[in-house]
């Protein structure tokens, strides 16, 4: 089901409005890009910008997008029913979460990651004076709430909006140049930092790039979902680190090689240690994009 977005409607009826009074044409304070919903499924609906006399967006970039958003969905359930399954039912921990937990937290046995832990010990059996101890189970549960919460919102309903960066000449209600747009940006959510947002507003929709997107496949696909819905829903960062090679301080995303020195506390609200997480562990291998091998698992995983 397509119809014309709430917001163009309110728009239009303003202007015809003022129109029939006689009126100048009121300024758009908020001038936006995309005009038009979609319901894909009853979980998920798009907004786009309708383009006379094409088909747009095109089958293949819609069922990659329901693809993907599904594919999320399901992605950060099943990783928070496995980080359960150890941090609150005592399971031993399975070889995907052990080897996912080193490649995006860094979390290796006996590694007390520079002091943050006091215990590191895998599968340790229960003890009440571990209560409130920075241990292996502490940095699971605290994975764990994360992805419960991503669950709670990817699963209630997901609204994501069309980047069309070539076409859009209007982004959060200021003016941008088509022409000085990347055309492979992938995604973004709009002041998704304490920082860089203003007081008193919320955190924008993610952005996704559906023209860039639609060959990619659905966990990729949901890798990037879910990074931003780091962004929107937990406050995620893409915590930078001081990169040695020029003397300057890069987001710590996978596929760089300063991933690896990423701490541990900011791992646990880094967008992409929690995205290639769920991934992972929804596929039952580790996944990531590395600077030895970016694809296929950024586009292909
Ligand atoms: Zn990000």
Redesign the pocket.
């Known amino acids: 089901m397509s119809f014309k977005k709430p917001t163009t409607l309110l728009r239009q009826a303003n202007v015809a409005l003022h129109k029939k009074l006689g009126l100048d044409e009121p300024v758009d304070k908020r001038p936006r890009h995309t005009d038009r919903m979609t319901i894909l499924s009853p979980g998920v609906t798009i907004a786009y910008h309708k383009r006379k006399g094409e088909d747009y967006p095109t089958a293949q970039m819609k069922n990659a997008c329901l693809a993907g958003a599904r594919r999320a969905q399901a992605a950060v359930a099943k990783a928070a029913n496995v980080l359960a399954g150890v941090s609150m039912l005592r399971q031993k921990e399975s070889d995907i979460l052990t080897r996912t937990l080193a490649a995006h937290f860094n979390l290796v046995e006996g590694d007390l990651a520079n002091g943050t832990l006091s215990d590191n010990t895998k599968d340790k059996s229960f003890a009440l004076s571990d209560m409130g101890k920075h241990d292996r189970r502490w940095v699971i549960e605290k994975i764990r709430k994360q992805m419960l919460h991503l669950s709670f919102h990817l699963n209630t309903g997901m609204y994501l909006i069309d980047i069309d960066p070539t076409n859009r000449k209007t982004a959060g209600g200021a003016v941008v140049d088509p022409t000085q747009a990347d055309p492979n940006e992938e995604a973004y959510v709009i002041g998704?930092t304490s920082l860089k947002r203003g007081c008193g507003y919320r955190n924008g929709e993610i952005h996704i790039n559906f023209d860039e997107l639609k060959t990619y496949s659905p966990n990729s696909y949901a890798r990037v979902i879910i990074?931003?819905a780091c962004?929107k829903y937990l406050e995620a960062d893409?915590h930078e680190v001081f990169d040695a090679t020029d003397n300057d301080n890069h987001?710590a995303y996978a596929h760089q090689g300063i991933y690896a020195s990423l701490p541990l506390l900011q791992r646990l609200t880094n967008?992409?240690c929690i995205a290639w997480t769920a991934i992972s562990l929804y596929a039952g291998a580790v996944k990531m994009a590395t600077p030895a091998a970016y694809h296929p698992d950024w586009e292909n995983s």
Do not use: L, Y
């Open positions: 998704h990074h931003e962004h893409d987001p967008a992409d």
